[in-house]
T-cell receptor, first 114, second 114 residues
Framework: ETGVTQSPTHLIKTRGQQVTLRCSSQ?????VSWYQQALGQGPQFIFQ???????GRGNFPPRFSGLQFPNYSSELNVNALELDDSALYLC?????????????FGQGTRLTVV | AQSVSQHNHHVILSEAASLELGCNYS??????LFWYVQYPGQHLQLLLK??????LVKGIKGFEAEFIKSKFSFNLRKPSVQWSDTAEYFC????????????FGPGTRLSVLP
């Protein structure tokens, strides 16, 4: 167990719908990052939140958005779902500023868009 | 753009065989290097990491990796694999100008036959 929990574990949505995925960071961590892992591929960086502000973004369109809350939990929102959004979404928490990064990953949310 | 390549998509070994998984990255500056493992149905787990110092890094479960800066490589090795090592292995890089976010390779699936 990493102390990072994600919900829900599985989700099926219809194309065009909106979805919200949630992540609870490991206690004491101030940074959360989200990754998309398509089937058979490595995780791709979506964005990172540090102290409730977006702190870096990968090559994903604006319909992917997020929030980080004062307790460092986080949400990933995806609007206007497309079939290609079907993937495992991973949340990773870390403590930035300790002189080296070790991120802890949750088990992920498997999103299927039909 | 920064990228990470892994030499093999799928490796099949018998128990007690030696393992070497290749990883190369494209970034020319300072990098932090990682190997993660993903057992079926489980979260990404850190095997080992390299930030600086001795380029031969030892990790958990008998794994080690060697950083060769001139070759932009960070290959993972284990002298004798076990059936329980069956998993997906991901090489990841954090370039020094990329915040605290990982660039993952596509992964190598390892199947160990009993």
């Amino acid at each position: 167990e990493t102390g990072v929990t994600q919900s829900p574990t599985h989700l099926i949505k219809t194309r065009g719908q909106q979805v919200t995925l949630r992540c609870s960071s490991q206690s004491g961590h101030n940074t959360v990052s989200w990754y998309q892992q398509a089937l058979g591929q490595g995780p791709q960086f979506i964005f990172q939140y540090y102290r409730e502000e977006e702190n870096g973004r990968g090559n994903f369109p604006p319909r992917f958005s997020g929030l980080q809350f004062p307790n460092y939990s986080s949400e990933l929102n995806v609007n206007a779902l497309e079939l290609d959004d079907s993937a495992l979404y991973l949340c990773a928490s870390s403590l930035v500023g300790t002189g080296g990064t070790e991120a802890f990953f949750g088990q992920g949310t498997r999103l299927t868009v039909v | 753009a920064q990228s990470v390549s892994q030499h093999n998509h799928h490796v099949i070994l018998s128990e007690a065989a030696s393992l070497e998984l290749g990883c190369n990255y494209s970034y020319g500056g300072t990098v932090n290097l990682f190997w993660y493992v993903q057992y079926p149905g489980q979260h990404l787990q850190l095997l080992l990491k390299y930030f600086s110092g001795d380029p031969l890094v030892k990790g958990i479960k008998g794994f080690e990796a060697e950083f060769i800066k001139s070759k932009f490589s960070f290959n993972l090795r284990k002298p004798s694999v076990q059936w329980s090592d069956t998993a997906e292995y991901f090489c990841a890089v954090i370039p020094d100008n990329y915040g605290q976010n990982f660039v993952f390779g596509p992964g190598t699936r390892l199947s160990v036959l009993p």
